[in-house]
């Protein structure tokens, strides 16, 4: 077993200062007391959020390294599949009206079936693989003390994005704050 480097340990560290998993919204989620108008704006707002990922990730592919492009072309390829392309998944979920931590509250509180909640199941595996798979290439490639601290940086800011993303849902689909 190879040791976690102290690059990757603030990398990691960075993430779950705001890593979604603990927001109230995905808490109340998992306790199976989010209202329904959440969960559907949640599957909103979800494929509204990746849907628009494309040309981000075509932008880093054409500044990448060979084997970061191959895991960004990988991962985009998992998503959009052809016998499981995932944004009609997260829209099966929006329109069933109403994350890896819910997927029991899902199933035993909300009662929904499989096929309607398959984005969760679907992503329990492959978000803790891709997620292994971008801190080894971080690992590899920075390769200075300035690239490290950047990618600490960025680690962190895209935590507080998804977190400011599920506030929005949250304060407008569950606490009915008008978001204008």
Known sequence: MTAVSTFRQELEAAVLERHCAHHP?????????????????WGIEHYHWISNIRPSTFYKMARAPIDVRRALLENLMDEEA?????LPIVLRFAEANGANTVLPALREIYKFPEDVI?????????????GGRVFELLERHCTTEE????AIHWARESAKMRWFYFDGI???????????
Request: hydrophobic content about 35%; charged content about 30%.
């Open 25 to 41: 919204m995905t808490q109340k989620w998992a306790r199976g007391e989010l209202g329904r108008d959440a969960l559907m704006g």
């Open 82 to 86: 052809p016998d499981r392309p995932h």
């Open 118 to 130: 398959e984005h969760f199941w679907l992503h329990c595996e492959a978000d803790v693989e891709h």
């Open 170 to 180: 949250y304060l407008h689909y569950e606490l009915g704050y008008k978001l204008r």
């Open 147 to 150: 690239l490290r601290q950047m």
